[in-house]
């Protein structure tokens, strides 16, 4: 019988918890990168690494519409990142907030209604989160 993950226990699974700890022990790009292409296919890392990219745009500020543009993703997929950025496990915020150098002030979307305390509109509710957390970070340093 072949194994399902779910959402309740796929942390728990041994399969996942050696595939984790075998990535972690991995030292180089290029060693990560000789793994990764030993035990997935081109379409799924190219899967991984188009949502990574989806993340790293959206944290830049940039719209659903703007990000499915410049990856070639389809709107579902941007939607479906943001979501876990929101909601997932932490993994892409963790990422996010480590590289957070990389990214810009949010630019402004004409077509959401939602606004800051600037008046400025905020394109989606990751951006929300983004400036909370700058906020929070900023309120730490002072």
């Known amino acids: 019988m072949k194994r399902r993950f779910t959402e309740d226990s796929w942390r728990k699974e041994p399969w996942m918890r050696y595939l984790c700890q075998v990535i972690a022990s991995l030292k180089t790009e290029e060693d990560v990168g000789n793994f990764l292409r030993d035990v997935a296919t081109l379409s799924e890392l190219q899967a991984l690494s188009e949502r990574l990219e989806v993340a790293r745009l959206l944290s830049k500020g ?3 519409r703007q990000v499915a543009a410049q990856t070639g993703a389809s709107t579902t997929t941007v939607t479906r990142v943001a979501h876990f950025i929101e909601n ?21 979307v004409e077509h959401s209604e939602t606004r800051n305390p600037e008046r400025k509109i905020v394109s989606s509710v990751l951006e929300k989160y983004l400036q909370k957390r700058d906020t929070v970070m900023e309120s730490r340093d002072t």
């Not at 892409?92 to 150098?101: G, M, N, V």
């Open 62 to 64: 940039l719209s659903y």
């Open 88 to 108: 997932g496990a932490g993994g892409y915020r963790k990422i996010l907030h480590t590289h957070r150098h990389h990214r810009l002030q949010p630019q402004p």
